[in-house]
């Protein structure tokens, strides 16, 4: 541990695309076409037929689903400076899905190999002593006493009481520049 | 997250016998006899002969090791009524050995169901926001500003300067009534 200041950055839509993981899924095997435009507000289960609503967690249950995920674009060149700057931490609730721990841990060396299993953190409530938290699911800012950027998500479109980076640039811009 | 106090609780030594399951290995595929005695002061693989000194990796790392390790003596009930009164999260650096997420996973949900996943942990650095934290290992106390109860464990027996926690009864003395 060092002195710096302490990042925590979420995976799931903000390092790896898993929203565009469902589409293609549910395009596949259900010819069910969603659009990044539907879902302004939404989460994408909502936007399910009835019958298919709860299939997402089957999806995320299976091994394999998190391992080949696309990287967000422009994540790893910024995570990397910011790395030079800051103490920076991965931090995943990934707990609630056993079958994702070794499939982020894997994808995390493959696209982030300059991470220190140091600075991974695999957990359920976010309940980390970091100065800054970049995440899309304002329920992981609720008793963070930090700076919270909430990255922009089709499901946060509406939220509007929290500093917002909308793309890896303006993490950037906010981080590395100021 | 409530506003209880909030506890972290290491797993190996402290809730899982780490070191039991080591003598019986290299009791078993190397003939080699170490005993709680021997240790004090010193980590196992201090213990062993100059060509197993590195071998603990190749066991840690191997899938199954932590599965079936033995719970601490107390550990299961003192934890559960810890739940009642705290806010309870189980903090293991098991990032190091990948093959051991979900071995640990396993073990937490059989020996200790009541803990919610959403109250695990899995990281490296410990770097958790909580008030309390139960420990075998001093470096985990670095950098953490909150209270420390350094749990017995023959490697820890010459460190002085920490609050310590002989067993599961003395944790159940210093914070069930208090």
Redesign the interface.
């Known amino acids: 541990?060092t002195g710096k200041i302490?990042i925590a950055i979420d995976m799931d839509e903000v390092l790896a695309d898993t929203i565009d993981k469902f589409i293609v899924v549910y395009q596949r095997d259900h010819k069910v076409d969603i659009t990044l435009e539907q879902m302004h507000g939404k989460e994408f289960h909502e936007l399910l037929p009835d019958k298919l609503n709860d299939s997402w967690r089957d999806y995320v249950n299976q091994k394999g689903f998190f391992r080949d995920l696309k990287v967000m674009p422009g994540s790893q060149q910024v995570v990397k400076d910011l790395c030079a700057k800051y103490d920076v931490?991965i931090v995943s609730a990934a707990?609630?899905f056993?079958n994702s721990?070794?499939d982020k841990?894997?994808w995390l060396e493959e696209h982030f190999p300059f991470i220190?299993?140091?600075?991974?953190?695999?957990?359920?409530?976010k309940?980390?002593?970091?100065h800054i938290m970049i995440d899309d699911r304002i329920r992981n800012f609720?008793?963070y006493n930090g700076r919270k950027l909430l990255f922009s998500s089709p499901h946060n479109f509406l939220v509007s009481e929290y500093e917002r980076v909308n793309n890896w640039a303006e993490v950037a811009d906010k981080l590395l520049r100021e």
């Open positions: 541990m302490r931490y707990m609630e056993k721990l070794v841990y894997d220190h299993w140091k600075n991974i953190i695999f957990c359920g409530n309940i980390v002593d970091t609720a008793g």
